[in-house]
C-alpha cells in the first residue's frame, strides 16, 4: 500500500467499523481516554499541527461538523468544509475526480453521503486516509463514540447485550460489525420491513445477533438500550408510512424497567421525543446521551491521530 507523504505508515481508511481490527479499536479507545483526559485539563495536544482536514457533507449535520472540526484544531490542525451545494459535486463533478484533488491538497477527508459505493469510490482515488462521517449503511465514527462512553459508564462491553431498538439502519448495521468485532450480543427488534436484511449480513450467531418481534423482549436484561430516529436522512419520502410501522418501537420507561437495573440508553442525535423514545429516558437518569454526543470529539480526535501517524503509544 502506498503512502502519503503526510502519513508515517501505510494508506488506512475507515469506511466501516470493521476497517480496524479489535487491537486498533482498543487501542484508539485508550488514546481517546488519554486526549480527553488532556482537554479537560486545558492541556494542548497538538500531534496533527499543520495537517489539513477537508470534511464533505452531503447531508446536514451538527454533531460530526463540530466534533471533527473542533477536533482538528484542538489538534493543531485546520479544516476546509464543503458541501454538495458550495462544491462542483453539487453540479456532477465525478466523485473520483474529486477524491483524486482534494487529497492532493489535504491530509485527511471526511465525507458524510449518501451510498456506502460512493464513500467506496473516493477512497479508492484517495491518497489520504477517507474516513465515513455517516452514509446510507454504516456510521462507524458514532459506534466508536458509543462503545467509549459504555466503557466510560459500565466498563468493559465484552460479553454484554446490546439492544437496538426501531429501524434496521446505518446505526443497527454498524453496532452488528463491532458485536462481531468486540464480542458482545446485539439484541434487535425492528417492525416488518425494517429488520436487518440477510443478504447483508448472512447468518450471524446467536451469541452475536438475536432478533425480537417484540421490543420488550429485545430489551429484558440488556446493558445498553439504543435507539436512533425512525427516518434517517435521505427516507424522508417514506416519513408517513413509517410513523405508522414504528408506533410500538418507542423507548419508554417500561422498556427501560425490563432491561438490566444498570442499564444506560443511548441516542445519536437528533432525537425525536415522543417518537422513537419518551422524553422521560432521554431526558432521565439513565440518559447519557450528551456524553456520548461530547464523546464523538475524543474518540474522532485519536482517529485521525491514528490514521495519520499510527500508533504512537
Ligand atoms: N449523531 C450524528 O451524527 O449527529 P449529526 O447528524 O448532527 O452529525
Ligand atoms: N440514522 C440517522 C442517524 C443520524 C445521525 C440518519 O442516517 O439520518
Known amino acids: 500500500m502506498a503512502s502519503t507523504p503526510s502519513q508515517t505508515g501505510p494508506l488506512r481508511h475507515f469506511l466501516q467499523f470493521r476497517d480496524l481490527s479489535r487491537d486498533e479499536i482498543h487501542y484508539v479507545l485508550d488514546r481517546a481516554r488519554l486526549i480527553k483526559d488532556k482537554f479537560k485539563r486545558y492541556q494542548p495536544h497538538?500531534?496533527?499541527?499543520?495537517?489539513?482536514?477537508?470534511m464533505v457533507f452531503e447531508k446536514a449535520s451538527t454533531r460530526t461538523r463540530v466534533s471533527f472540526e473542533a477536533g482538528m484544531y484542538q489538534l493543531g490542525g485546520s479544516v476546509i468544509h464543503l458541501t454538495t451545494g458550495d462544491s462542483q459535486l453539487g453540479r456532477a463533478e465525478p466523485i473520483e475526480d474529486t477524491a483524486r484533488v482534494i487529497s492532493r491538497m489535504v491530509d485527511l477527508v471526511m465525507i458524510r453521503t449518501f451510498e456506502q459505493t460512493r464513500?467506496?469510490?473516493?477512497?479508492?482515488?484517495?491518497?489520504?486516509?477517507?474516513?465515513n462521517g455517516l452514509t446510507n449503511e454504516f456510521h462507524p465514527c458514532q459506534i466508536l463514540a458509543d462503545i467509549f462512553t459504555y466503557i466510560e459508564h459500565a466498563g468493559s462491553i465484552e460479553g454484554k447485550t446490546v439492544a437496538w431498538i426501531g429501524d434496521g439502519n446505518n446505526m443497527a448495521y454498524t453496532w452488528l460489525q463491532a458485536a462481531e468485532i468486540l464480542g458482545f450480543r446485539l439484541h434487535v427488534s425492528a417492525p416488518q420491513g425494517y429488520q436487518l436484511d440477510r443478504k447483508r449480513i448472512g447468518q450471524p450467531p446467536e451469541t452475536v445477533l438475536r432478533e425480537f418481534a417484540d421490543p420488550m423482549q429485545a430489551c429484558r436484561g440488556a446493558h445498553l438500550v439504543t435507539t436512533d430516529v425512525w427516518t434517517s436522512m435521505g427516507y424522508e419520502a417514506e416519513n408517513?408510512?413509517?410513523?405508522?410501522?414504528?408506533?410500538?418501537w418507542c423507548v419508554d420507561a417500561e422498556m427501560m424497567a425490563v432491561a438490566d437495573p444498570a442499564a444506560l440508553f443511548m441516542h445519536c442525535l437528533p432525537a425525536h421525543r415522543g417518537e422513537e423514545v419518551t422524553g422521560d429516558v432521554i431526558?432521565?437518569?439513565q440518559s447519557v446521551v450528551w456524553d456520548e454526543a461530547e464523546n464523538r470529539l475524543h474518540v474522532q480526535k485519536a482517529l485521525m491521530?491514528?490514521?495519520?501517524?499510527?500508533?504512537?503509544?
Open 240 to 248: 408517513e408510512e413509517r410513523r405508522q410501522a414504528f408506533a410500538d
Open 46 to 54: 497538538h500531534t496533527l499541527h499543520d495537517r489539513n482536514l477537508a
Open 283 to 285: 431526558d432521565g437518569p
Open 305 to 313: 491521530e491514528f490514521l495519520l501517524l499510527g500508533q504512537v503509544a
Open 119 to 131: 464513500i467506496e469510490r473516493f477512497a479508492a482515488h484517495s491518497r489520504v486516509p477517507v474516513i
